[in-house]
């Protein structure tokens, strides 16, 4: 990508109102040149600060509730086990966004390695690839990591603040071609009908509009986007293909995960896409349930409106 095809900076981002956030900015990429073993201790203890505050308290509760409504068959020890790393994850998270976005490819090279290449750099050419990304925690560190070997476009939701939206493009296109709005649908199929390479996260509840209701892990009706059915009629030059940013155990680094292509041929209408794609996403998220995103109201769209919640 060239400097051109990047957002440009504007003179409104020197007004007062955003010193404090350049200062945050400046004093975090100072942090970040520290060895990766005391980074690693930096992000668990954010983690574990996260954990006192009322927001991280409400959203530890809401972190619960999920592995308990798709784990109903795990003891309650074995749940907590993910829960208190995944809290860990929460505080890495931090740490991790800000090495996709500001580490040289060199230190993220160093750190990390990649499985399954293949998968991706052995497709016809023209071939467009819809590469499922789920909500991991590491998922911003898995795509810079992905994009040194093979770009893509990301889709992503613009944020409120000019500045942060500045920031986090410039920080997504580190090693990607682009970044598009998800809303855009007509911009992801033209580019996958190019033969390029989408990021694609459909592992959250976006609301009712254009959604079906479909199994997720334990969860018999799970609001899930229909917009894999729409992506894979409208640009049928493309291939499913995910993917999973795992981070080590021993915090000796990363491993991305390419897996083989998914064959959604069979699938004949919206239900049938997205129970296999929410299958496809249970399957990524089992090589690393502790490091994925359980924060997220997963469940907050019932089938019915008056239906009561299952976080009440």
Request: net charge positive; with cysteine.
């Amino acid at each position: 990508m060239t400097e051109k095809s990047l957002p440009p900076f504007q003179i409104a981002f020197l007004h007062p109102k955003y010193w404090g956030l350049w200062l945050a900015l400046g004093i975090f990429r100072l942090v970040l040149c520290l060895p990766y073993p005391l980074l690693v201790r930096l992000g668990r203890g954010l983690g574990q600060l996260f954990a006192r505050l009322s927001f991280g308290k409400r959203r530890i509760a809401i972190a619960e509730r999920n592995l308990a409504l798709c784990f109903p068959h795990l003891a309650e020890t074995e749940r907590k086990k993910i829960l208190a790393e995944n809290v860990e994850s929460v505080g890495m998270a931090i740490i991790e966004t800000g090495m996709a976005w500001f580490w040289s490819d060199r230190r993220i090279l160093k750190w990390s390695k990649i499985e399954g290449l293949e998968h991706l750099k052995n497709q016809p050419e023209g071939t467009g690839i819809i590469f499922v990304g789920v909500h991991f925690l590491t998922l911003e560190l898995g795509a810079r990591i992905v994009g040194l070997h093979h770009q893509g476009i990301g889709v992503y939701r613009p944020n409120d603040n000019p500045l942060l939206d500045w920031i986090q493009y410039r920080g997504r296109v580190r090693s990607n071609k682009g970044m598009l709005d998800r809303k855009d649908l007509r911009g992801m199929i033209k580019s996958l009908r190019a033969g390029e390479t989408i990021w694609y996260a459909p592992d959250h509840d976006y609301g009712r509009k254009n959604s079906v209701f479909v199994p997720f892990f334990a969860v018999e009706e799970t609001c899930t986007t229909a917009g894999s059915r729409m992506l894979l009629r409208s640009a049928l030059n493309s291939v499913v293909v995910p993917f999973s940013p795992i981070r080590h155990r021993d915090f000796s680094g990363y491993t991305v995960k390419i897996s083989p292509m998914v064959d959604f041929s069979h699938c004949e209408n919206e239900v049938d896409t997205a129970t296999l794609m929410n299958q496809v996403v249970e399957g990524e998220i089992m090589l690393a349930p502790s490091q994925y995103m359980w924060l997220h109201r997963r469940f907050k769209t019932r089938p019915n409106e008056h239906d009561r919640s299952l976080y009440a």
